[in-house]
């Protein structure tokens, strides 16, 4: 196992630092107009914008570039943002930004598992059955329907009905709920989805007639056997969601004014924020990285029949 | 396992009963339910005597105030809330009559080269905390302002106008910049920094007096120390020693207006609270602006129905789902917009048809009299089109001459206002007489031949090199500008005819000034441009053959003798009338086509109108602002306006 975990950690590294150095490097591949608002590259002439981009160091050699981004990143200094938010420390903005989302993240995270289990019992124990079907409703509606309009629909009409407020604030915890709800109704869906199909894939086995056979109710088998294996498959997915809890959601944070990460490496790439992207871009890539890897330790770990070596 | 989804069942019919409630707007929230005789019947005297008003108000802000260091951020937000936090030496009267500010008198010599400013005394700088730092402004600051501009690696934006304007900046700049390259050994960085004294046109008289000299006439300083966030005062000592962190939040700045700001949580809120120790503390009316951030126009709206924003824009569509409501009578027109929308054309692309066509004038007109432009502006505006209409490149009401005449009624702006651009027949005629001298009898464009056009990274094109001329419009993907590009694409179309013109539309998600304009990847393209201050150079000396404007690379060698003579004129109506004639030069050869205002839509506010100063160049000021507990209704406005109207001509006559 610890020879398993080495090779993949150093695997890991391998890929980040392939994927880190590729995005660093189109990034100099930009246009230097680019670095300038619409406003500034009309107003300013070509010698003072070049004289800005000297002075930041953009007009040297890439090499030169990433040398000295490596050399701040080990003494712990992530640079400053260039254009998004400029001159504001990157550390500063991920430490203002990254709790928001992750908060959100993670309860959605919770909300979409348990209710997303929930609804997938309540479909099995109701298969073809109004439980079934509500719940078949349900995922259909969220996957169908294009999510602004059901979004806007919550934000604007739901929040009326429940006195709820339109916009997120830190201090109003109400301002909670509807964000959160709305983050997690699609891993509702997703979640209810495949457990319903896994569960009734199980339901199907051999061991499963056996055990009825035995005598132990319908109940006890989906509880005591059932339900344990259709869990496993689901459990690789739940460390993915890492980087969906820190990534945050464009649309939820725009609809509801969430000052997170959402949408943040979007603007940055079209700001030609090189310092930012690089950032978010080399956190993305470990978090996704680690993601994967805890997601097979995880399976490893619940079910013992998985095996991550020869001869384990 | 019964349980549980009995639970949730239980759950969703709660909710589903809940949602069957419903809730009306506040009574105090609607609008026109508060006065004690009917609108009509009131006068202005009556509607602004009748209220109470509160001191706290709330706004939004849609995009996010990514620093508030007004030397080095382009933004326009960060000149709303710099504008409130950081007075300059005049700010404009309620009228839009510069009144004295951080500075209680200036003079200036007989050709307006040189302006000296007598600075208030007793002000102090506070900080986020609006507590007293002890550190006065003085003259000495508007000079540092200059210093620190003035050298590159403080990395200003939008230098231009000031670094050519003050005497010597221009030269200290590019010193300071040569010696940074290392182009420039005969000195060290540090002898050049101590040659601003001497060499730069801003000087500290005395600790209250500062002088600007400047490189040419400038009658209108005043409006440009209005606009320019550059010629705002800094305590620079303590900007330097914050080094790279200077403004890029409210606890690394200092502040010397109407408010400090005393929260600010980044892309959230702002919160701005009144300066204790303000100079003018007794026209600072509300006490606190909460600004949050609402990045979702349809959800501000319901915001201010709710009561929680005092004010809201209001764009067509929701106009249109407004009327009806108890919410339609509170919709007011927004008022003025400097900027001008026009279309470009690409006078160097890489499309060998267009370029063919663009350089001959008849085609340029052919284009710019197949607009309808009153069903461009309808789609703004749908009840009263007209007053977005502009034809001009500057906008009407903002320069003066010494006469009080409109820069835009000079006879020969007069006359491009008053022209009906809608003209198809002569657009087609227009066309017709660009053909017959382009293409030969068989409709084969003269000298070029079919090609790819290479407009990557927004596409590639093949023309034939035969009529209909293909014509690239570069829009971006947002749904307005897609409606109004197909609006002109049917327009253009059916005024010329498709047998002679093909025009394409392009929604590139990528759209930036950088991929699309900058590089000429384009044909036409839409676009916007502001009068800066009150004088025509601020923009027609950037649309010359080498001018920074000049995004469609043509060349006018008329129009640029014209922008010569008017900055080298000995007075100022002779420099309006010689900027006027450039102005129309371009216009009527149709090298750009102006052809509406950016004005947009409508707004509600629980705010009393015409209360605060005009400020026509710079950012909304709250100095004076009345916010009521209940929306302003149009009848309100309207009697206000006409009162408002009266009292400003009076004023500026008296100016």
Not at chain 2, 173 to 198: H, P, S, V
């Amino acid at each position: 196992m610890r020879k398993y975990i080495l090779s993949r950690i150093l695997r890991s590294l391998i890929t980040v630092a392939i994927v880190f150095v590729a995005v660093f490097m189109l990034l100099r591949l930009m246009p230097l107009s680019g670095y300038f608002p619409q406003e500034i590259l009309k107003e300013t002439d070509e010698a003072t914008r070049m004289t800005y981009l000297r002075n930041q160091g953009l007009l040297d050699h890439p090499l030169l570039q990433l040398w000295r981004f490596l050399q701040r990143l080990f003494q712990g200094d992530l640079g400053r943002s260039l254009t998004v938010y400029p001159k504001v420390p990157i550390s500063t903005l991920l430490k203002e930004k990254i709790p928001v989302t992750a908060a959100f993240g993670f309860a959605s995270m919770v909300t979409g598992i348990v209710l997303g289990i929930a609804l997938g019992l309540l479909m099995v124990r109701y298969k073809d059955k109004w439980g079934d079907r509500a719940g078949t409703v349900y995922i259909l509606l969220v996957r169908a329907i294009p999510s602004l309009i059901y979004l806007f629909f919550i934000q604007v009409w739901v929040s009326k009905w429940f006195h709820l407020p339109l916009v997120f604030y830190k201090n109003r915890p109400s301002s909670w709920i509807l964000p959160t709800i709305c983050l997690s109704l699609g891993s509702i869906a997703y979640y209810a989805l495949w457990l319903r199909r896994f569960m009734v894939d199980e339901e199907n086995r051999d061991y499963v007639k056996f055990a009825q056979v035995k005598g132990l109710s319908k109940k006890e088998v989906l509880r005591r056997h059932v339900f344990k294996n259709a869990v496993i498959p689901l459990t690789v997915y739940i460390p993915t969601d890492l980087l969906f809890i820190i990534s945050g959601s464009l649309i939820i944070e725009t609809l509801y004014a969430i000052p997170g990460t959402g949408g943040l490496l979007t603007s940055a790439i079209k700001a030609q924020d090189n310092n930012l992207v690089q950032v978010i871009v080399l956190m993305y890539a470990v978090l996704s990285v680690v993601g994967v890897f805890l997601g097979d330790l995880l399976v490893a770990f619940v079910d013992p029949r998985i095996k991550l070596t020869e001869g384990e | 396992m019964k349980r549980l989804p009995a639970l949730l069942l239980a759950m969703v019919m709660v909710f589903s009963l809940a949602a069957c409630q419903s809730q009306k707007p506040p009574a105090s929230n609607t609008p026109g339910n508060d006065p004690n005789k009917p609108v009509s019947e009131q006068s202005a005297d009556d509607i602004l005597s009748t209220k109470e008003y509160l001191k706290t108000y709330k706004t939004s802000f849609s995009s996010s105030y990514a620093s508030f260091n007004y030397f080095s951020t382009a933004y326009a937000t960060v000149r709303s809330i710099v504008a409130n936090c950081i007075d300059g030496l005049v700010e404009p009267d309620i009228y839009g009559v510069y009144i004295p500010s951080l500075a209680e008198k200036w003079e200036h010599n007989e050709d307006q080269t040189v302006w000296t400013f007598y600075i208030r005394k007793g002000v102090n700088w506070v900080d986020h905390t609006g507590a007293d730092t002890g550190l006065s402004v003085t003259a000495q600051d508007f000079v540092d302002g200059i210093r620190y501009i003035g050298d590159p690696l403080n990395g200003a934006y939008s230098l231009r106008v000031v670094r050519n304007l003050i005497e010597g900046l221009y030269d200290y700049y590019w010193d300071l910049d040569d010696i940074d390259c290392g182009d420039k050994t005969d000195m060290t960085r540090e002898q050049a920094l101590a040659r601003f004294n001497d060499m730069v046109g801003v000087k500290a008289l005395d600790e209250y007096t500062v002088q600007y000299t400047l490189t040419s006439s400038a009658p209108y300083f005043l409006s440009l120390i209005e606009s320019s966030m550059l010629l705002l005062p800094v305590e620079y000592d303590y900007a330097v020693a914050q080094g790279e962190d200077f403004a890029v939040d409210n606890e690394h700045m200092l502040y010397c207006g109407g408010y400090y700001i005393s929260h600010f949580e980044r892309d959230k809120a702002i919160t701005l609270s009144k300066n204790p120790l303000y100079w003018d503390l007794e026209h600072i009316t509300v006490d606190t602006v909460e600004y949050q951030m609402i990045p979702e126009g349809t959800t501000s709206l319901e915001m201010f129905k709710r009561g929680e924003v005092d004010s809201v824009s209001v764009e067509a569509e929701e106009y249109l789902t407004l009327q009806g409501t108890e919410w339609a009578n509170g919709l007011i027109p927004t008022e003025r917009s400097l900027s001008t929308n026009y279309l470009w054309l690409d006078f160097a692309g890489a499309n060998p048809e267009f370029n063919t066509f663009v350089q001959n004038e008849n085609f340029r007109k052919a284009l710019q009299y197949s607009l309808d432009r009153v069903a461009i502006a309808s789609l703004r505006d749908p009840v009263n089109p007209q007053r977005i209409l502009r034809g001009t490149i500057n906008a009407e009401d903002c320069i003066y001459d010494s006469n009080g005449m409109d820069y835009t009624d000079y006879p020969v702006l007069k006359a491009i206002k008053e022209t009906d651009y809608n003209n198809p027949k002569l657009a087609r005629q227009y066309m017709e007489t660009a053909v017959s001298e382009l293409c030969d009898e068989e409709g084969n464009i003269k000298g070029i031949s079919a090609t790819q056009v290479d407009y990557l990274p927004v596409g590639t094109f093949s023309v034939d090199a035969k009529l209909p001329v293909t014509v690239i419009y570069v829009g971006t993907d947002d749904e307005n500008e897609i409606v109004m590009a197909q609006l002109m694409k049917s327009m253009v179309e059916e005024a010329i005819g498709k047998d002679l013109i093909d025009f394409q539309i392009v929604c590139f998600s990528g759209w930036t000034y950088g991929t699309v304009a900058d590089p000429l990847n384009y044909d036409i393209y839409f676009d916007s441009l502001s009068t800066g201050y009150a004088d025509p150079s601020g923009l027609l000396t950037r649309m010359t053959t080498d001018g920074a404007e000049n995004v469609g690379c043509y060349t006018v060698p008329e129009y640029d003798e014209l922008v010569d003579r008017a900055m080298e004129a000995d007075t100022f109506e002779k420099r309006l009338a010689y900027f006027a004639e450039a102005e129309a030069y371009l216009c009527n050869g149709a090298y750009v086509i102006p052809f509406i205002s950016s004005l947009r839509g409508y707004y509600m506010t629980n705010c009393m109108p015409f209360t605060s100063p005009l400020t026509l160049y710079g950012n909304s000021k709250f100095k004076g602002t009345l916010v009521m507990d209940r929306p302003l209704t149009l009848a309100e406005y309207n009697t206000l306006d006409a009162a408002y109207e009266l009292a400003r001509a009076e004023a500026l006559k008296a100016d």
